[in-house]
T-cell receptor
Framework: GAVVSQHPSWVICKSGTSVKIECRSLDFQATTMFWYRQFPKQSLMLMATSNEGSKATYEQGVEKDKFLINHASLTLSTLTVTSAHPEDSSFYIC???????????FGSGTRLTVV | AQSVTQLDSQVPVFEEAPVELRCNYSSSVSVYLFWYVQYPNQGLQLLLKYLSGSTLVKGINGFEAEFNKSQTSFHLRKPSVHISDTAEYFCAASTGTASKLTFGTGTRLQVTL
């Protein structure tokens, strides 16, 4: 139980285009989901907290117009990287929790490469 | 605010030797503590967690950790490592699962023959 599915696992896009990444909780409802970014050989950096039915809460320094987050249902949150540039290339990971006793479950990540 | 410190960026160890990965935290309130493992180009897999109760927590793959409130530590241990344990290990803390996780910088465990 407590599975989070993330799609796609990798994507290559041209500079200037937009890319959407999906994060789904498969067997539980998640009112809150988290989006992280990870640079090579570094830790995870929280980008934003996605809240079902309301606006996401972005961490300081994260451009909300560039990284659009939508959490339209209790099982799906999406991250759209708009007008992507090579510096947006990174590993993006989502996370959610079915409840305190379960802790947090992470998606398998999305490797974004912008060329 | 809370913070998590992993003192060792890399830990080399021979197969079948014991290992300890260190983690210290700071928080003004009670925290939940987690250890995750990450293999290359993959997401994070939960090894174990401390929410409350017994301070010795046993996890998957033979790992265990001990919560020490006085030393604000949550070190991860395994009595005998295997080659397949080679990975990146992250310690993390939160004040509740509706709250964000704060990660340490990670420790690369390199197991060799």
């Amino acid at each position: 139980g407590a599975v989070v599915s993330q799609h796609p696992s990798w994507v290559i896009c041209k500079s200037g285009t937009s890319v959407k990444i999906e994060c789904r909780s498969l067997d539980f409802q998640a009112t809150t989901m988290f989006w992280y970014r990870q640079f090579p050989k570094q830790s995870l950096m929280l980008m934003a907290t996605s809240n079902e039915g309301s606006k996401a809460t972005y961490e300081q320094g994260v451009e909300k117009d560039k990284f659009l987050i939508n959490h339209a249902s209790l099982t799906l949150s999406t991250l759209t990287v708009t007008s992507a540039h090579p510096e947006d290339s990174s590993f993006y990971i989502c996370s959610a929790s079915p409840g305190t006793v379960y802790g947090y479950t992470f998606g398998s990540g999305t490797r974004l490469t912008v060329v | 605010a809370q913070s998590v410190t992993q003192l060792d960026s890399q830990v080399p160890v021979f197969e079948e030797a014991p290992v300890e990965l260190r983690c210290n935290y700071s928080s003004s309130v009670s925290v939940y503590l987690f250890w995750y493992v990450q293999y290359p180009n993959q997401g994070l897999q939960l090894l174990l967690k401390y929410l409350s109760g017994s301070t010795l927590v046993k996890g998957i793959n033979g790992f265990e950790a001990e919560f020490n409130k006085s030393q604000t530590s949550f070190h991860l241990r395994k009595p005998s490592v295997h080659i397949s344990d080679t990975a990146e290990y992250f310690c993390a803390a939160s004040t509740g699962t509706a709250s964000k996780l704060t990660f340490g910088t990670g420790t690369r465990l390199q197991v060799t023959l």
